[in-house]
T-cell receptor, first 115, second 111 residues
Framework: DAGVIQSPRHEVTEMGQEVTLRCKPISGHDYLFWYRQTMMRGLELLIYFNNNVPIDDSGMPEDRFSAKMPNASFSTLKIQPSEPRDSAVYFC?????????????FGSGTRLTVV | DQQVKQNSPSLSVQEGRISILNCDYT??????FLWYKKYPAEGPTFLIS?????DKNEDGRFTVFLNKSAKHLSLHIVPSQPGDSAVYFCAAKQAGTALIFGKGTTLSVSS
């Protein structure tokens, strides 16, 4: 089991550029979550999918953020255009519906810096 | 408005002593509570959980206590070890929703 795989690990971009973060969940997991960690807000939920369908995107900050899950093994989080306040660590996590009480498995995160 | 609150940003404890991390919540519909541990440059990892129908769950050195009337839970680590130094997140969920996390408490265990 390779765990949840996120890429890239670090991303530095200029304000106004498009940024795409990638996630490969654990095989067999039917839930996928995107979280963002900042000092001010801690770990906040952005969006989550069940069986590739977005269920709750109320945490997405604004229209500059979009997320897709074209298949069970891949998801992207896109920011266009990026702003300095988007600088944070973005985590992807996955779980199986029958094991949610045992928590989610998180990836190692993508540290995004927008300058 | 934060539904899960960890009011202590940091805690320092000596090796061998007890560490007590606290968490408060506002949503009485939460049915599961979890604690996660996070080391630098890694993702959070699941530590221990408790159902809302219980008031205590123990796993080795880690015990979680739930006080529903006070909407409060705590994580006890006994004895504390230097390897326990990390950020600890409290999380909660209700049926049909995703985990909601607190801001975290940084635990430092000195030898």
């Amino acid at each position: 089991d390779a765990g949840v795989i996120q890429s890239p690990r670090h991303e530095v971009t200029e304000m106004g550029q498009e940024v795409t973060l990638r996630c490969k969940p654990i095989s067999g997991h039917d839930y996928l979550f995107w979280y963002r960690q900042t000092m001010m807000r801690g770990l906040e939920l952005l969006i989550y999918f069940n069986n590739n369908v977005p269920i709750d995107d109320s945490g997405m900050p604004e229209d500059r953020f979009s997320a897709k899950m074209p298949n069970a093994s891949f998801s992207t989080l896109k920011i266009q255009p990026s702003e300095p306040r988007d600088s944070a660590v973005y985590f992807c996590a996955s779980t199986r519906s029958d094991r949610q009480i045992y928590g989610y498995t998180f990836g190692s995160g993508t540290r995004l810096t927008v300058v | 408005d934060q539904q899960v609150k960890q009011n202590s940003p940091s805690l320092s404890v000596q090796e061998g002593r007890i560490s007590i991390l606290n968490c408060d919540y506002t949503n009485s519909m939460f049915d599961y509570f979890l604690w996660y541990k996070k080391y630098p440059a890694e993702g959070p990892t699941f530590l221990i959980s408790i159902s809302s129908i219980k008031d205590k769950n123990e796993d080795g050195r880690f015990t979680v206590f739930l006080n529903k009337s006070a909407k409060h839970l705590s994580l006890h680590i006994v004895p504390s070890q230097p390897g326990d130094s990390a950020v600890y997140f409290c999380a909660a969920k209700q049926a049909g929703t995703a985990l909601i996390f607190g801001k975290g408490t940084t635990l430092s265990v000195s030898s």
